[in-house]
């Protein structure tokens, strides 16, 4: 119990900045692109390929992030 209290906190840091890292690797459908009414950067286009695996691998890290807390929680 002591080896996970320590190791914790380490486990979150390292999970928030991937997190934070693959978050801003995505393309944001905010950009000038959208000001003006493109159509790709209306939300209504499928995901494919890098952008799917980074759209995944974000979830899955998220999911982690929130496990880790929780246990955090629970452990106190």
Avoid: C, W
């Avoid at 959208?34 to 691998?57: I, M, P, Q, W, Y």
């Amino acid at each position: 119990m002591q080896t996970l209290q320590g190791i914790l906190p380490y486990v979150q840091i390292g999970l928030s900045v991937l997190l934070i890292a693959i978050i801003l690797l995505q393309q944001s459908a905010a950009g000038l692109g959208g000001a003006f009414g493109d159509n790709f950067s209306s939300g209504f286009h499928t995901k494919r390929g890098f952008e799917k695996t980074l759209f995944v691998t974000s979830i899955v890290i998220a999911v982690l992030f929130v496990a880790s807390t929780l246990i955090a929680l629970v452990i106190r």
